[in-house]
């Protein structure tokens, strides 16, 4: 069975960092492309990040870029997005995906929350 579960969101300071992982199992993780992809209050999901299945090209989305960095560890079938500078816009649920024989497959989320 294909899941990521993600952790690391809290609350953070303006200016702050946090470390989320996604974690996967029930499939040959290091074979995959994974997603970072957030959703704020009253908003659509979007696109935060993308990495590759090696790890060697990353794109982000021009709101985070410079600012998020994100990694994979394929002996540990995870993944982390490296959060610097947060900014209250950046307050949302984090979602990590992943496209399984052409199928989207989602985490449940974690909350960060940026706020003073």
């Known amino acids: 069975q294909v899941q990521l579960v993600e952790s690391g969101g809290g609350l953070v300071q303006p200016g702050g960092s946090l470390r989320l992982s996604c974690t996967a199992s029930?499939?040959?993780?290091?074979?995959?492309?994974v997603n970072w992809y957030r959703q704020a209050p009253g908003k659509e999901r979007e696109l935060v990040a993308i990495?590759?299945?090696?790890?060697?090209?990353?794109t982000y989305a021009d709101s985070v870029k410079g600012r998020f960095t994100f990694s994979r560890d394929n002996a540990k079938n995870t993944v982390y997005l490296q959060m610097n500078s947060l900014r209250r816009e950046d307050t949302a649920v984090y979602y990590c995906?992943?496209?399984?024989?052409?199928?989207?497959?989602w985490g449940k989320g974690t909350l960060v929350t940026v706020s003073s």
């Open positions: 995906n992943t496209e399984y024989y052409g199928m989207p497959r």
């Open positions: 029930g499939f040959t993780f290091s074979s995959y492309a």
């Open positions: 990495i590759t299945s090696a790890g060697g090209i990353r």
